[in-house]
């Protein structure tokens, strides 16, 4: 009768909730799943490209046995520039995959941010140098904040490397840190080349260049902007980028004074 209708009505929608909620599960694990795949074919990708360049040193020496010492010198000396190039992805790749757990191994402290700047900004001044950079500290405040010190050095040096390698000879790099009661703000503003408007919102993918050719030449991985990202998101903070082609580039970085466990 009536009731047995209900119960099969009830016991409808029952499974129907299960399977909707079952089928949004499965869509979510298919992007994450597609994600990851594309990850690993980049790494592998990645990876292989100096291993190809190695190879190819390595054989045309060992086709010619009697080449000149001046030609064995060269090559090597190529092939060490591989091998580094190599090692350089392997540990960008290992501080990112130390990035991705989620807010887990963070070890935070309290630091004095001024310093913390101070100290990334003396170990990049000799890279500024070779190309007359300016790179100028304009802090408004000093600032004691609760972060994991290795992390967001890894962010704020990726920044400033950035912001010098993609520059003109001659330009300026500004770094410049206030706060207020809740958060501090981090600028690092440069008078390089710029981001076209359309690419703006891929630069913090892993991987993605602007310009490949141009980046791997100055020894880009393309990993720098994905790590700063996900170091800023750990402290639940928020980076942001704007950029006039040709003038430069400006990031601004936000992040809470006090931690915020999940
Ligand atoms: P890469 O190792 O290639 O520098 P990143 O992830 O650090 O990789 O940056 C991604 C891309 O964003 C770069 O290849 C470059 O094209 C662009 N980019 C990053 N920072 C700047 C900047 N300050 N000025 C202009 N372009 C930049």
Do not use: C
Not at 87 to 104: E, M
Not at 113 to 127: S, T
Not at 167 to 193: P, R, T
Not at 234 to 245: C, F, L, N, Q, T
């Amino acid at each position: 009768g009536y009731g047995e209708n209900y119960l099969h009505e009830d016991a409808y929608n029952e499974t129907k909730q299960i399977s909707d909620a079952f089928n949004k599960l499965w869509d979510r694990y298919k992007v994450l799943d597609a994600s990851r795949e594309e990850f690993v074919a980049n790494v592998s990708h990645e990876l292989k490209t100096p291993l190809t360049s190695m190879k190819v040193l390595a054989d045309s020496l060992l086709a010619q046995p009697e080449a000149p010492v001046e030609l064995y010198q060269e090559f090597m000396g190529d092939l060490s520039q591989e091998i580094e190039r190599e090692n350089k992805i392997i540990n960008d790749l290992l501080s990112l995959v130390k990035l991705d757990k989620r807010g887990a191994n963070l070890n935070i402290k309290s630091e004095n941010i001024n310093e913390l700047v101070e100290r990334i900004l003396k170990r990049l001044r000799p890279l500024a140098a070779t190309r007359n950079i300016e790179l100028v500290f304009e802090s408004f405040r000093t600032v004691s904040a609760e972060v994991d010190e290795v992390k967001l050095s890894l962010a704020v040096t990726n920044l400033v490397e950035n912001a010098v390698k993609y520059n003109k000879e001659d330009g300026w790099v500004h770094v410049a840190l206030n706060a207020d009661h809740k958060y501090f703000y981090l600028k690092v503003a440069d008078s390089g080349i710029g981001i076209p408007k359309e690419e703006t919102e891929h630069i913090f993918e892993r991987f993605y260049r602007v310009d490949k050719s141009h980046s791997r030449e100055i020894g880009g991985t393309g990993l720098g902007l994905a790590i700063a990202r996900n170091a800023v998101v750990m402290h639940r903070g928020a980076i942001k980028v704007y950029s006039e082609p040709g003038e430069g580039t400006t990031f601004t970085v936000r992040i809470p004074l006090t931690y915020i466990s999940q």
